[in-house]
């Protein structure tokens, strides 16, 4: 699924997932307007280990497998 923080929110909340990538890029306090994930997201998201990492030039790439 692609698609907006909304959208990736309602299928993290309901289980609807068994891989999760996220490109992260550093983030510009210069740029406005972009939204970010919202933050019961982020917050879900830091309880969870990522299986792998990889650094994408400036940007990063991880990787989270659901819990069983």
Known sequence: VEG???V????LERGLWDRFLWYRAPVNPLLK???MLPASILN?????KP???RALEQDLLEIYERPA
């Open 4 to 6: 907006g923080g909304e």
């Open 8 to 11: 990736l929110k309602a299928f």
């Open 33 to 35: 307007g972009g939204k």
């Open 44 to 48: 879900g998201l830091n309880r969870l």
């Open 51 to 53: 299986e792998e990492s």
